[in-house]
């Protein structure tokens, strides 16, 4: 059918153009990169603390055994205010250090009379230490302690804990 004089000849346009393919690669590409990073990441994990020096947000590495095995990611207070709560991200497969009796503490520059430990730290900087555990499952969160344990969960022995009004005159 022929347009009349005045009017305007319609044409069907394609609906599809190649330019759009750079686009769409983009964004699946980019939805792939989003999709890996999410599912690879390791196990988050609550430690409870009385304050959070030497534990800075996305720079503090947790370590076991000297290998980096996580990263304080933030540290917050908790709701009554009266500890710190920090969240850290362990790397992907790192579950199986996870139990109930695991233990994590800081490690720093120490100097007392049982001597001077954490010098390493001098230039590197305070790191989280953790000692995997064995028995029973993930709990929702951890103490952090201020100092390491004295001996493993697993060593063998009889445990005695000592409370005194005037603890003062004892040390490690």
Avoid: C
Wanted: glycine share 10%.
């Amino acid at each position: 059918m022929e347009p009349k004089k005045g009017e305007a000849k319609v044409q069907k346009v394609k609906n599809w153009s190649p330019v759009w393919i750079f686009p769409i690669v983009t964004a699946l590409i980019g939805a792939w990169i989003l999709f890996y990073h999410y599912s690879h990441q390791g196990p988050e994990v609550t430690l409870i603390t009385t304050n959070a020096e030497g534990s800075d947000g996305g720079k503090t590495p947790i370590k076991s055994r000297s290998v980096d095995v996580g990263v304080v990611e933030s540290a917050t207070l908790t709701d009554d205010l009266t500890h710190v709560q920090i969240k850290a991200r362990l790397h992907s497969g790192m579950e199986k250090l996870l139990h109930k009796d695991s233990v994590f503490w800081v490690v720093k520059p120490q100097v007392g009379r049982e001597g001077i430990s954490g010098l390493g730290t001098l230039l590197s900087g305070a790191y989280i230490e953790l000692q995997p555990g064995s028995k029973g499952s993930q709990p929702e969160s951890y103490q952090l302690l201020d100092s390491p344990p004295l001996a493993p969960p697993d060593a063998k022995g009889i445990r005695v804990i000592l409370d005194s009004k005037k603890a003062g005159q004892l040390s490690r």
